[in-house]
């Protein structure tokens, strides 16, 4: 069964300085990789996503990912946080001889400091 | 486009009632799926479809019903609610697993 981990339950960080989220996944064959951000009270959002082909992925607001077969991770970044930033983040797999399903980490709940 | 509606926003049940969370897409997807996040464990999918009259069960399905009867809409049922049950409920849709889930904006239920 596929499965996500974020080992981070809270990061804080200040406003401007570098920020890597951690995500491993756990899956036989090539995972389908997403990034999504929830704002308080709010929906999900996707940041970015992993098919195929270029391992690193650039996504919406500044972020970017790498996809490393060899460590089973799919770590999100940003070079500056800016306070708007503060949000919790998950990572999720999906396998697609299972249509919809997607799994979820338990998310990674990040704090700005200005 | 509206994209993924969700009624009601907010809901206090005493154990036992019943109700449905009401859900539709206007965005022609053929996916469309239904989660509870609670604090500390992510998304857990309850029920998701392919597509109208198909449905599966996902991780957690106790305790709730669906139906696909039109590509539009895809209600969540609670037969008998539980106190186990309070949570935020989400509803996604998507065109396929290749392509992004539209969340919509959730329902917090509560049940006392």
């Known amino acids: 069964a596929q499965s996500v981990t974020q080992p981070d339950i809270h990061i804080t960080v200040s406003e401007g300085a570098s920020l890597e989220l951690r995500c491993n996944y756990s899956y036989g064959a090539t995972p389908y990789l997403f990034w999504y951000v929830q704002s308080p009270g709010q929906g999900l959002q996707l940041l970015l996503k992993?098919?195929?082909?270029?391992?690193l992925v650039q996504g919406i607001k500044g972020f970017e990912a790498e996809f490393k077969r060899s460590q089973s991770s799919f770590n999100l970044r940003k070079p500056s946080v800016h306070w708007s930033d503060a949000a919790e983040y998950f990572c999720?797999?999906?396998?697609?001889?299972?249509?919809?399903?997607?799994?979820f980490g338990e998310g990674t709940q990040l704090t700005v400091n200005p | 486009n509206a994209g993924v509606t969700q009624t009601p926003k907010f809901q206090v049940l005493k154990t036992g009632q019943s109700m449905t969370l009401q859900c539709a897409q206007d965005?022609?997807?053929?996916?469309m799926s239904w989660y509870r996040q609670d604090p500390g464990m992510g998304l857990r999918l309850i029920h998701y479809s392919v597509g109208a009259g198909i449905t599966d069960q996902g991780e957690v399905p106790n305790g709730y019903n669906v139906s696909r009867s039109t590509t539009e809409d895809f209600p969540l049922r609670l037969l008998s609610a539980a106190p186990s049950q309070t949570s935020v409920y989400f509803c996604?849709?998507?065109?396929?697993?290749?392509?992004?889930?539209?969340f919509g904006p959730g329902t917090r239920l509560t049940v006392t």
């Open positions: 996604a849709s998507s065109m396929g697993l290749v392509n992004e889930q539209y």
């Open positions: 992993y098919f195929s082909g270029d391992t």
């Open positions: 965005m022609n997807h053929e996916y």
């Open positions: 999720a797999v999906g396998q697609e001889t299972s249509g919809s399903r997607l799994t």
